[in-house]
């Protein structure tokens, strides 16, 4: 049995923020998604809390995303304050991630710096696709930039979006191997790039594979449904390049858990995914586990 997983992409989708949109669970996460629990969306804080005991996650990277731009009318912001409060209120279960946006110039670089220095966030969050730029656009170099002064690591979506709001269609623009070029502009820049990559997961494997600061997060995919290459190069010659992660609540982390223990991943490199990898990538080598999934 899986214990003290770390769950390094997790979304704020608790009751605290439910009213801001509904239709976006029924129509997305629902009906696109496929996840037919009623209660999504409306856990409390401490629910959630209790879904990971039962899942043997420890900890959870929670994302005060940034999808989008103010300037824009479809958007949707979870603030640092809110995700703030939460690993405040359970220091020893969740982390933060500061969601970026390029389109806010120096206030953002200053919020960034805030939140890590400030209110203990350890790593930045991008959905290049919401910004409709390539995660190589020159307008988000401020940002790596400034993660590499505060030595923190920075998840961005790559692989192709779907189709979030018929009001606001989104481009995929996160081909995989646009992380190429990031990393080879920024060797010193840590880079998760999260959902697989799919459909190109074997292109986020090369850039993975090619460079030493390039991992990937195995988020918003059911395990059942990864494709044999990505799951043997967990279990190989990628044992330390991919991090577990959820995207809840697209993957309940329940689910998640159970289905990756089908997967029949050696304990060494099972130990190294769920969890030795992300605290060594975001430097939680000390943090002690608490006793989860008893």
Sequence with gaps: MITNAIDAVTNFEFEEAIDERPAWLDDFIKGKIGNKDEAVGRFSVEDYVAKMDRAGVERSFLAAVKSGSRMHKIHRRISYEQVADVVQRYPDRFSGLAGVDPTEGMAGLRELEHAVKDLGFIGAHLYPHWFEMAPDHARYYPIYAKCCELDIPIQMQVGHCLRYTDERPLKSVGRPITLDTIACDFPELKIVGIHIGWPWDEEMIAVAYKHPNVYIGSDAYAPRHWSPNFVKFIDSWGSDKVLFGTDYPVI???????????????????????????????????????????
Excluded: C, H, T, W
């Excluded at 329940?254 to 030795?276: C, H, P, T, W, Y």
């Design 252 to 294: 309940d982390p329940e689910r998640a858990v159970q289905e990756i223990e089908e997967l029949g991943i050696r304990e060494d490199s099972m130990r190294k995914f769920m969890r030795d990898n992300a605290l060594r990538l975001y430097d939680l080598a000390d943090v002690e586990a608490p006793a989860v999934g008893a």
